[in-house]
Nanobody, 124 residues
């Protein structure tokens, strides 16, 4: 069983940066796919980025190169570095785990364990 926990959200002005952190108990993060999703008020949850057990990375087109996902195996942590934030990035951001071996995708139905979310708000 894997339980992701997010942190690092907050208020930021347009053009600013934030780094979200996902820590997970139960299994080493390097052994499964970790994904980041977000959900804005009144909108459906959408995929942001994922990193697979083999290091493969997959981004949503909407990120436009502004976000970077990375993993620190020693800390059992996955990060989402968000730069040049825009008002449309305002959302609750969720970390999730996909335990199926050798799979990396943006489908939320592939992810069986979810964190509680962390709020990111563009305050401009």
């Amino acid at each position: 069983q894997v339980k992701p926990v997010e942190s690092g959200g907050g208020l930021v002005q347009t053009g600013g940066s934030l780094r979200l952190t996902c820590t997970a108990s139960g299994r080493t993060v390097s052994t499964y796919t970790v994904g980041w999703f977000r959900q804005a008020t009144g909108r459906e949850r959408e995929f942001v980025a994922a990193i697979g057990s083999n290091g493969g990375i997959y981004y949503a087109n909407s990120i436009e190169g502004r976000f970077t996902i990375s993993r620190d195996n020693a800390k059992n942590t996955v990060y989402l570095q968000m730069n040049n934030l825009k008002p449309e990035d305002t959302a609750v951001y969720y970390c999730a785990a996909d335990l199926t071996p050798n799979r990396i995708s943006g489908l939320d139905t592939h992810f069986g364990s979810w964190g509680q979310g962390t709020q990111v708000t563009d305050s401009s």
